[in-house]
Structure formats: C-alpha cells, structure tokens
C-alpha cells in the first residue's frame, strides 16, 4: 500500500518502506515506477528477515559504516540493503527472479 505523507521526510528523501507501506513524499511520486520498484526490494528485504530484525540490521551497518567513513550520507548509500535496491531499481523483473537475501551480495562489495 502507498500513502503520501510529506512531512515525514528528511532533506531530498523522497521514499520509505516500513512494512507494509511505502510512503512517499509527494502523490506525483506514485507514478515513479524507478522509485516503487526501490521501495518494494526493501518491502522483500523487510519481509524475509521478519520486518524487526531488518530495522536492527539496517541501522547497525549505517551506525558502523559512519564510523568507518565519518560521512553519515555515504554510510547510507553503502549500507547492504541500499546498494542492493538502487542496483537493481530500474529492472522490473528484479523481485520475481531474486535471490533469498539478495542483500548479502552487497555487504562486502
């Protein structure tokens, strides 16, 4: 289910998965089929590490990542589950044929 709520963004933010909802920041977005397809792989990603464990995973790699770059913007694009879906955003066929714990193949590239 989409919904459209903008204040619930940060800076250029445009796009969040929280199970079972992508919400976006503007109803235009709706239309982004690039911008959909990213937020459903992180809704796969959520689903098959049963929605909690995914938050907790999601926000140590960003906290380590931080760390190791002192750069909290390019820890986020680093982070596992990012690189997976902006990787693959533009292939709509990506969810039918992905791997289980696709993200994995992102954690050390």
Same mark, same amino acid.
């Given at each position: 289910? %989409?919904?459209? #709520?903008?204040? #619930? ?10 199970? @079972?909802?992508? #919400?976006?920041? +503007? ?8 911008? *959909? ?7 796969? /990603? /959520? /689903?098959?590490? !049963? *929605?909690? @464990?995914?938050? *907790? #995973?999601?926000?140590?790699?960003? !906290?380590?990542? $931080? %760390?190791?770059?002192?750069d909290s913007y390019r820890a986020y694009q680093n *982070?596992?589950?990012e690189r997976e879906a902006y990787a693959n955003e533009?292939?709509? +066929? ?13 954690? $050390?590239r």
């Amino acid at each position: 289910m %989409i919904l459209v #709520f903008k204040h #619930f963004f940060y800076r250029n933010y445009v796009g969040l998965s929280l199970w @079972p909802f992508i #919400f976006l920041k +503007e109803d235009n977005l709706k239309k982004d089929e690039v911008l *959909i397809n990213h937020e459903r792989i992180h809704l796969k /990603q /959520q /689903q098959e590490l !049963l *929605i909690l @464990p995914f938050y *907790i #995973f999601y926000v140590a790699e960003w !906290l380590l990542r $931080t %760390i190791l770059y002192l750069d909290s913007y390019r820890a986020y694009q680093n *982070i596992s589950f990012e690189r997976e879906a902006y990787a693959n955003e533009e292939d709509k +066929e990506y969810l039918a044929r992905r791997k289980s714990f696709g993200f994995l193949d992102y954690l $050390t590239r």
